[in-house]
């Protein structure tokens, strides 16, 4: 050793940690020993076969040492010297398993390795009986579709077998035997399969014994809501079964599913039970006997072992057993015997009452107080209750008679059944049933007398101390049940704490979960499947008694099975051959305690061949070694026939060796790994843990032994008092688990690399912060309502009778202290621990260098731990501080103040602080809590909520130097402090508290560091709510949101108690901005909706309201009234008036220009109002066709007017009502002929006249009848007029009074700011900016700017801008375009398309255009007015080639268009396009009759082919193609081609219909004339000079072969709208043209 120790200090890191030390197995004092030759690499791992072992050192590397005989050349030799598996190398293996002759690796990306023995396949191999080298197996699923490979994490080997834990948590196993787990009979298996039976279920760890596997599973969740089945599902037994005993009744839920499987394995058979037949099916049956018992007994015969027997597994879930229901009952004869025993022997009966009695009460603080807290205890126990309730409601007789009937078969059975073996494995053959019968009469008069149970192969019960299965005992017969009991169990369901944790699912993803199942399934000669029997079993099945131990590890032997629980107890069951198993000698088929030293904590259990080593805290947490099993048999004073139990014994003490972190059993020998404890290193860690477990061990004994008897006490005071109870417990269990959750983590922890940063206290620091704050949270809260002291009287006699108790949890000694006093100790002990982690870590800490990270974070981590514990630690002291100012406080308002949330801070009872002005004899008392400032008088007190009161000092020079301003929303009121003290600690209390409260995090201490200087103001804009009661026009409203000094100020919601809401934006206490605003209308059972913009409390500006009836307005609001431009929509269209006004409004009332379509009447008014009634000129249209402009009086048509019909009859007078003429005035018929005189009576139903007739000669011009409907539009209101609101919204926006005055750059700030504010709100909601929306924002916000000279270049730039500003209807010129589009469309659409309304709508184009530009003047003043010509640079007068003669010249006789500023070359672009579809079908609808005769006409002469065409319109035959050019290649022109002369021309002239503006259809014109040319060119080869004469037919050719439907319409529209200026120039000549062309062909004859 010495010389180790020298080498080891030369490098001094590495040789420190996985010491490898071996001693022989079975030595009772061993002396160990390193491997000789081994090189010093720490190991990480080690694994012992039955010969052989395996060591995995850091760098992933493995090596092997022992008897190899699979290796050759190395058959027979013993290696002692680790030799390195070569075949390994360059895989970076992360754990390996070993099996008695077979070896196993798993690498860092989850393959797996195996080699060694393959005698029965448990290589993975098939064929060969040794696998020499290290050999990859795959693992594939073969369910998916492309074979992924399986990862694993986890190997074991058995002796015959491997199992294999994947990635996800499956099971994969090959090898031979039942222990596999799988469904097939033929072995080997050679390629990996899944365990099927485990599906689903997420398994933690496996472990293989010699012929049996474990597996430890996670409990799936609670399913409460469950019905839980009444039987079993294999053995369709009852789970819940009741047994008379003399004078009580047990009802047990403990149900054992014995569905074992018979193997034809020569050597089990003789343990088969003798009383099973095999049927020729292969079905094992009970005898005659059991037979023959009738169904509602079947429960109690076969399955009722001392009642506690019949455990379902997992509570009859499903997945249990398995699944095929004949398989044999077992009856024991163990069963019977004890039966007959209680039957015959009093004084066994008396001890057994007595045991049973004792665990009655144990079990009541152990287990979930089943009637007591019908909580979610476990699935089981609301069937429990039911059954209770319903046996304490049965009939006495018959419950009497079934009974006796019981007692009676019990012994029928015991006489009846052939008894079978009962010996231990190790006995051989099977005595008589007599030998039997004596010796058991004599073992269980042996056990009364020591007062033992008697612990068979099939004994079912456990230890007193653990009672595990839950159990009523109801004295004598249920009539005289407990009337406590059946109340506890009927009483309301609040008091169902579930102290089964509550389980936080983040904490079991991170750290080792404690809700686990053991799994066990192989062969079970030896009872190590702990099941209760000694069956094989083929697939896995549920130890149910180890169900809720939290078992963390397992380990699996020879023939014997351990569990090692998170309270550091070893669960052992098997063979018991050489006391492996710590407990009586005799073996046990069901998981018993092991004894391995009282007071000690496991922390480590390994299973052996024939022996059990433990691992044990020491005193200085020194692990200590213990051994039990084998070893003993070296002494010769024991033998193992007599019945006193082994204690393990100490193998070594390992001060000298340095600290174990993990032992290995194998058949010859035994490994320790060794850290020796550098720096204090190692030994911290093991001190952390050490105290992790006896801690949890602390909150277990401190939850099943004070918590669960508090809660199950009767009248605990209120219920408020008894939530918050409820609630602390709960938090408690909460932070035991975790605890327990910890303290495996630490233990696994210290078996691996033991890296500082893996740490979980480190790593999920967070975890363990929040639960001892929640914890404390709750605790403090129960303190504040003076919780203990309700406690202390209902818990009195419990608290006296187990004082003894409560001083030893809570570390108190003296007596004197008050039982409520250790209470409260006891329940802020889990804080201390905090401290224990901070110091522990600082210990850790100091290991380290101080600039290396680990040093950063667990030094980080300290300070977080003993920061919390001083923030704890001030909340209780917070917490005491309330409780004794609650005592003195008078008790009236106690009442309505006390809230478990609610800390004092302080108060001014010493008169520090009084309100000023206040009256000689008022009293003013102030109460600062944590969430409220409290003004107490006399009888009465307000609260004033910390999130909405500031407070400022009060400036010097009013004169109160001690004052202090407190403003609330509705108060505002200054105190006076006696001292500046006072008010310096006053202001500095209220701002924390206000600062505290705002911030929501009181709870939480400061981790960052340095946070406890807080800073002292809190803000003055915040978030928060409150509901008024005092303000009259927002009394009982709620507001939630933010504020600012006092005010709501910024965005929130506001609600009244009558429905009202309005959520949106505030500005010093109104609302302001963008908001939304609902009213509830009671009648109509729907409410008013308002989404707009808001002015100082009142809706102001552009907005909609939709009305509960169903009317929409869209417009402008001013005062909470429609006030401005608006649209107004009545009714949809299948309601019973449907209409439609859109137009000015003025103080709610409709006033100015507007047009109203009465969609039911079918008409459409559109003229000025007032006052909502039409009033002054206007024009109705009606579908009918009918036309009437003139005066309006109270919305009738009344005064001068004019009306025409749709077959041109024309009425010009008086009018009297509405369509009723009335007065003078003169009737003129199509044709001519006209009357004069006086007319009375309705138009269309009868007209009385008395006046003169006139035929007009042919001859008599002046009075023609054009002479009317030339003056059509002259009593209708001027298109000036019209929409002016609508501009003058234009103009307010720019920041003007009235249109043209104002600040330029004003307008163009708020032009950028509506752009802005526009942005930012729909910034919200991004689906309604597209992204080229979102680009012409960006662009829009660069102002076009002119310096010198106007020029051509700035006049398009402006062109570009107005284009972008018009596509987006943030911009308010888009918005004017927008509106005037939507109104120009409700004008003259449906009713309103009426040919006679051509001349209005061209007019109102126009004066658009003159309004518009006037806007755009003002924002650029240096574009010249309209018609001004701008002066084009020289470069731009390139020669150009002139139409008419052909040359180039460059006299301008025309300006160029576009070099002419006007409005209609500017705006046209813009506004055209989206007003063009209404317009041309006015032109359409007016121009009908000229259009059909003109198409009539093109359809006759298209008919006609090229050449005819030619020479029937007159072109000179020079001017006809000869040939033409047809797809590219030549074609002569023939008499019978059609449409191929002038091709090109024609398709140009086809494109005037798809342009909008006359200046493009212009441009059209000019481009199909030199087409023509062009095309003419190509024939002369010559220049040429077109005459008019020429040019005409050939023009006419093209216009008649392009086809154009409406050309009359275009024609009109160009000549209504094109630039006067362009009249006299080329393009004018050219129009004048095609206008010829089309007069021409209606006038055209076919001659």
């Known amino acids: 050793m010495d010389s180790k120790e020298k080498s080891s200090s030369e490098q001094e890191g590495t040789r420190e940690r996985g010491l490898v030390y071996t001693w022989q ?213 009852l789970l819940i079964t009741m047994t008379d005993k003399e004078d009580h009744v047990i009802i047990s839920d403990n149900h054992c599913c014995p569905l074992g499987v018979l193997l034809t394995d020569p050597q089990t058979e003789d343990h088969v039970s003798s009383s099973l037949l095999e049927t020729p099916d292969g079905k094992s049956v009970m005898e005659e006997d059991c037979q023959k018992a009738p169904a509602e007994e079947h429960a109690l015969v076969g399955a009722d072992y001392d009642a506690a027997s019949v455990c379902s597994n997992s509570n009859g879930q499903e997945d249990s057993g398995i699944s095929s229901p004949g398989h044999p009952l077992v009856m024991d004869q163990m069963v019977s015997k004890q039966h007959t025993a209680a039957l015959s022997d009093p004084l066994f009966n008396e001890s057994r009452e007595k045991q049973d009695s004792a665990e009655h009460e144990q079990q009541s603080q152990e287990e979930d107080l089943v009637a007591c807290l019908p909580g979610p205890a476990g699935p089981g126990t609301s069937a429990l209750n039911s059954l209770v309730v319903s046996c304490a409601s049965a009939v006495g007789v018959r419950v009497a008679a079934t009974y006796e009937a019981l007692s009676l078969k019990k012994v029928i059975n015991f006489y009846g059944t052939t008894p079978g073996d009962a010996a231990s494995p190790s006995s051989s053959g099977s005595p008589g049933p007599e030998g039997l019968k004596e010796s058991r009469e004599e073992q269980v008069k042996l056990e009364s007398m020591q007062g033992k149970k008697s612990s068979s192969l099939v004994d079912i019960r456990e230890e007193e101390s653990e009672g595990v299965c839950r159990r009523l005992s109801l004295p004598g017969l249920l009539s005289q049940v407990s009337p406590r009991l059946l109340r506890k169990v009927g009483r309301a369901k609040m008091r169902a704490v579930a102290l089964t944790p509550t389980y936080s699912g983040e904490a079991d993803a991170l750290l080792p979960s404690l809700r686990t199942e053991v799994w066990s399934w192989g062969k079970g000669k030896a009872g190590q499947l702990g099941h209760g029997d000694v069956l094989p079993r083929l697939q896995p099945l549920c130890v149910k008694s180890l169900d809720g131990k939290e078992v963390i590890q397992l380990s699996a032997g020879g023939h014997h099975s351990m569990a090692l629980t998170a309270k550091s107890q070893v669960y052992s069951w098997g063979s018991n051959a050489f006391g492996q198993l710590c407990h009586l000698n005799s073996p046990t088929t069901v998981p018993r305690l092991a004894k391995v030293n009282s007071g000690k904590n496991v922390w480590h259990a390994v299973a052996g061949p024939d022996y059990s080593l433990f691992l044990v805290d020491g005193e200085d947490f020194q692990p200590l070694l213990y051994c039990s099993g084998q070893g003993e048999r070296e002494e010769g004073d024991l033998s193992l026939e007599n019945g006193s139990s082994k204690s393990p014994t100490l193998l070594l003490s390992c001060s000298k060796l340095g600290y174990i972190s993990s032992v290995a059993a194998g058949g010859t020998d035994c490994l320790a790994l060794v850290d020796k404890n550098i720096m204090g290193y190692i030994a911290s860690l093991h001190e952390l843990a050490s105290t992790e477990r006896q801690f949890y061990a602390k909150l277990s004994a401190i939850k099943s032994q004070v918590l669960r008897p508090l809660l199950g006490l009767d009248n605990l005071g209120t219920v408020s008092a008894i939530q918050l109870l409820q609630e602390t417990a709960s938090m408690f269990s909460k932070l035991c688990y975790l605890t327990g959750q910890h303290g495996a983590s630490v233990t696994s922890f210290l078996q691996g690399p033991k890296e500082a940063k893996n740490l979980a206290i480190v790593k999920h620091a967070s975890l363990f912060l929040e639960s001892y704050t929640e914890y404390c949270t709750s605790l403090t809260n129960f303190l504040v309502m003076g919780g203990f002291a309700l406690l202390s009287k209902p818990a009195m006699d419990f608290l ?10 809570s570390e108190t000694s003296e007596e004197a202290h008050p039982l409520v006093e250790v209470l409260n100790t006891l329940f802020f002990l889990p804080v201390r621990r905090l401290q224990n982690y901070a110091k522990v870590l600082l210990k850790l800490a100091t290991c380290f260098e101080v600039t290396s990270p680990e040093y950063q974070s667990l030094q980080d981590s300290s300070s977080c731990y003993e920061s919390l514990a001083v923030h704890l630690g001030r909340k209780r002291k917070e917490a005491e501080y309330t409780l004794s100012f609650w005592k003195t406080f008078p008790g009236k308002m106690t009442d309505s103040l006390r809230k478990p949330e609610r800390r004092l801070i302080c108060e001014s009872s010493n008169r520090g602080l009084s309100l000023q002005h206040a009256g000689r004899f008022s009293v003013n008392w102030f109460i600062l809590f944590n969430d409220a400032l409290v003004h107490a008088q006399f009888s009465t007190h307000h609260i004033f909520s910390l999130s909405t009161l500031w ?128 009213v509830p209308n009671k009648m109509l059972n729907k409410s008013d909706h308002y989404v707009g913009y808001w002015k100082e409390g009142k809706m102001c500006g552009q907005g909609v309201y939709s009305y509960a009836t169903g009317e929409v307005y869209e417009g402008s609001f001013q005062d909470n009234m429609r006030h401005g431009h608006g649209l107004l929509r009545s009714g949809k269209l299948t309601s019973s008036s449907p209409s439609m006004f859109i137009g000015q409004w003025v103080m709610d009332k409709k006033t100015g220009y507007g047009v109203f379509d009465d969609i039911t009447r079918g008409e459409k008014y559109m003229g000025i109002w007032q006052d909502d009634l039409c009033q002054g000129h206007g024009v109705v249209v009606t579908q009918f066709g009918l036309y009437y402009e003139g005066a309006f009086n109270s919305n009738k048509m009344m005064g001068t007017g004019v009306l025409l019909s749709e077959d041109d009859t024309v009425y010009e007078g008086e009018f009297s009502d509405n369509w009723t003429l009335n007065g003078k005035g003169t009737l003129a018929l199509p044709n001519g002929d006209y009357i004069e005189g006086t007319f009375s009576g309705e138009w269309g139903s009868g007209i009385k006249i008395t006046g003169t007739y006139f035929k007009p000669s042919l001859y008599d011009h002046d009075k023609d009848r054009p002479k009317t409907l030339r003056k059509l539009g002259v009593l209708a209101v001027p298109a000036d007029e019209k929409w002016k609101a609508v501009f ?62 106007f020029t051509l270049e700035k006049y398009e730039n402006i062109k570009k801008y107005l284009i972008k500003a018009c596509d987006t209807p943030l911009h308010p010129l888009g918005k004017l375009v927008e509106t005037l589009v939507a109104v120009y469309r409700m004008t003259y659409v449906g009713v309103g398309a009426n040919r006679r309304l051509l001349q209005e709508a061209v007019r109102e184009i126009k004066s658009y255009l003159k309004r518009i530009f006037q806007l755009i003047r003002f924002l650029f003043p240096d574009l010249p007015e309209e018609g001004s010509t701008i002066p084009p640079l020289v470069t731009e007068t390139k020669g150009r080639r002139s139409f008419c003669s052909g040359k180039s010249d460059s006299r301008p006789e025309s300006p160029e268009p576009g070099y002419v500023v006007t409005s209609s070359g500017l705006l046209l672009p813009v506004l055209l396009p989206r007003l063009y579809p209404p317009l041309f079908m006015l032109y359409a609808l007016d121009n009908e009759r000229e259009e059909d005769v003109y198409w009539e006409c093109v359809l006759r002469l298209n008919k006609q082919p090229d050449v005819a065409l030619l020479s029937f319109l007159g072109v000179q035959t020079k001017f006809w193609p000869t040939t033409v050019s047809v797809l590219g290649e030549s074609k002569k022109v023939l008499p019978n081609t059609k449409d191929a002369c002038f091709a090109s021309a024609v398709e140009c002239l086809q494109q005037i219909s798809t342009t909008f503006t006359p200046a493009d259809k212009l441009k059209v014109i000019q481009q199909t004339f030199e087409e023509i040319s062009q095309s003419v060119l190509e024939t002369l080869h010559e220049d040429f000079l077109w005459s008019m004469d020429d040019l005409f ?55």
Not at 800 to 809: E, G, I, R
Not at 966 to 971: D, F, L, M, S, W
Not at 998 to 1023: C, F, H, M, W
Not at 1595 to 1620: C, T
């Open 800 to 809: 006296s009778k187990n004082q003894a108790l409560l001083q030893d949890l």
């Open 1288 to 1349: 003058e919204e234009c103009w307010h926006q720019l920041g003007c009074e009235c249109p043209g005055q104002g600040d330029r750059w004003k307008a163009w700030d708020n032009i950028a700011v509506a752009l802005t504010t526009n942005r930012r709100q729909h910034k919200d909601s991004p689906e309604l900016l597209s992204r080229s929306h979102a680009q012409t924002l960006e662009s829009l916000e660069f102002i076009p700017q002119h310096v010198g000279a």
């Open 1593 to 1647: 037919p050939v023009f006419l050719y093209v216009v008649l072969r392009a086809r154009i439907r409406n050309l009359g319409s275009e024609v009109h529209l160009i000549e209504d709208l094109m630039d006067p200026y362009l009249q006299h120039g080329e393009q004018g000549i050219m129009f004048t043209t095609l206008k010829a062309c089309y007069y021409q062909i209606q006038h055209e004859k076919l001659t």
């Open 25 to 237: 197995a079975g030595c009772c004092c061993p002396t160990p020993e390193s491997l000789p030759g081994w090189s010093g690499k720490t190991v990480l791992q080690a694994a012992l076969g039955a010969n052989h072992g395996v060591l995995l050192s850091e760098g992933g590397e493995v090596y092997s040492f022992g008897k190899l005989p699979w290796k050759v050349g190395l058959e027979d030799t013993c290696i002692n010297c680790p030799i390195l598996e070569k075949a390994l190398s360059g895989q970076r293996v992360v754990t390996v398993a070993v099996g008695s002759f077979h070896n196993g690796a798993v690498t860092e990306n989850g393959a797996v390795y195996m080699w060694g023995g393959n005698s029965a396949g448990q290589c993975a191999v098939a064929g060969q009986a040794a696998v020499p080298e290290p050999n990859p197996v795959s693992i594939s699923d073969s369910e998916t579709s492309p074979l992924l490979p399986i990862k694993i994490l986890q190997l074991a080997c058995g002796e015959e077998h491997t199992l294999a834990l994947s990635l996800s948590r499956e099971l994969w196993a090959w090898g031979s035997g039942c222990q596999l787990g799988l469904i097939t009979t033929t072995f080997p298996v050679t390629k990996p399969q899944k365990v099927e039976h485990l599906a689903g279920r997420v398994v933690l760890q496996i472990a293989c014994g010699a012929h049996h596997s474990l597996a430890l599973v996670q409990c799936l969740p609670n399913q409460d809501m469950k019905p839980i089945p009444e039987r079993c599902n294999h053995c369709s037994q």
């Open 951 to 1078: 407070v400022e000092p009060v400036s010097e020079e009013s004169g109160n130097i001690n004052g202090l301003k407190i403003t609330t929303p509705e108060e505002q009121f200054i105190l006076v402090s006696s001292t500046p003290q006072e008010k310096t600690k006053w202001l500095r209390a209220i701002s924390q508290a206000v600062d505290q409260a705002l911030k929501g995090t009181a709870d939480l201490p400061p981790y960052v560091s340095g946070g406890n200087l807080q800073r002292q103001e809190p803000p003055i804009s915040r978030s928060a709510k409150y509901t008024f009661y005092k303000d009259p026009r927002l009394k009982d409203a709620t507001y939630d949101g933010r504020w600012l000094s006092g005010k709501p100020h910024g965005r929130g919601v506001l609600k009244w108690p009558d429905g009202r809401m309005y959520s949106g934006m505030f500005r010093n206490g109104l609302e302001d901005g963008y908001g939304e605003y609902k």
